[in-house]
């Protein structure tokens, strides 16, 4: 889908702990339908700015705004009631619940508010929808890694999000679950949701981003199509290091 009209703002924002500046004045707009790759080395800032962008961190300075709603000064839960859904690093599902209890988690505490009944068929609608159907009922303990995966992009979906931040969800993946990640997430773009994608695999940034972001030591260094970017040569420098 074409990307539409600007729908989230960051503007300025620079986030310190302690003496480190992990994100030093960094701005950026994220279009409706539009799936912006936020790359950079190791420890540039990216898990830190989706975590100011989901409210796991409050920024030092500047402004995150959503569709009007100012997501800097939200309560942490807020984020998630003004459009913000993500998936982390390292997956994060409530143990005790079942595949579709932890879905319906999601339903209960999104964008939308959705209860009992309809909640559970929301939720059982969405775990077919990412290839889990057959999985409904059975303990999380019973997945296997890429199913655990697939769960929690089901739960981020479940809060109905206005963008949907996706960090590293590809990682850890053999080769052919790969490519099924790959296509699960081209079918997201193809439904024209809004994603920020943090993501070490270049093969996706390319496949599946229509602009991508580049931060180095914190500090915007490139802004462009995944091709321009990634042939940007302070772009390769970053990466490979001076020399
Ligand atoms: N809670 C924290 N307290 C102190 N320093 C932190 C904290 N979180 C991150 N940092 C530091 O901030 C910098 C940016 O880290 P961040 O995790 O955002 O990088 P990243 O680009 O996501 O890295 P990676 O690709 O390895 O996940 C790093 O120097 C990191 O050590």
């Known amino acids: 889908m074409t990307p539409g009209d600007p729908i989230l703002f960051v503007n300025n924002v620079t986030k ?3 003496g480190l500046v992990a994100v030093n004045n960094v701005s950026f707009e994220v279009r409706e339908h539009e799936v ?3 790359i950079g080395p190791n420890g540039s800032g990216k898990s830190t700015t989706m975590n100011m962008i989901s409210g796991a961190l409050k920024a030092t300075s500047g402004s995150i705004t959503l569709k ?3 997501l800097t000064r939200a309560k942490t839960f807020e984020n998630a009631r003004f459009g913000v859904s ?3 690093q390292l997956v994060r599902i409530l143990p005790e619940l079942s595949v579709l209890e932890n879905v319906i988690a999601g339903a209960v505490f999104g964008h939308k508010r959705r209860w009992g009944a309809e909640a559970e068929a929301f939720a059982a609608g969405l775990l077919e929808r990412v290839g889990l159907a057959e999985r409904i009922t059975a303990p999380v303990g019973s997945l296997t890694y890429i199913d655990q ?12 999000p206005s963008v949907l931040l996706l960090d590293e969800w590809l990682a850890g993946l053999n080769p052919s679950e790969l490519k ?18 943090v993501e070490h695999v270049m093969d ?3 496949s599946l981003c229509d602009r991508c972001l580049v931060i180095n030591s ?10 321009a970017v990634l042939s940007d040569p302070d772009v390769i420098r970053a990466y490979l290091g001076e020399g």
Do not use: W
């Open 204 to 206: 996706a940034i390319r």
């Open 68 to 70: 009007g709603h100012d």
């Open 86 to 88: 993500r998936t982390f």
């Open 218 to 227: 914190g500090t915007k260094i490139a802004e462009g199509t995944p091709d």
């Open 149 to 160: 995966k697939r769960l929690e992009l089901a739960r981020a979906l479940a809060g109905e």
């Open 16 to 18: 310190r702990f302690g």
């Open 36 to 38: 912006m790759g936020l």
């Open 180 to 197: 099924v990640g790959i296509d699960l997430v081209a079918s997201l773009r193809q439904e024209g949701r809004t994603i920020i994608l």
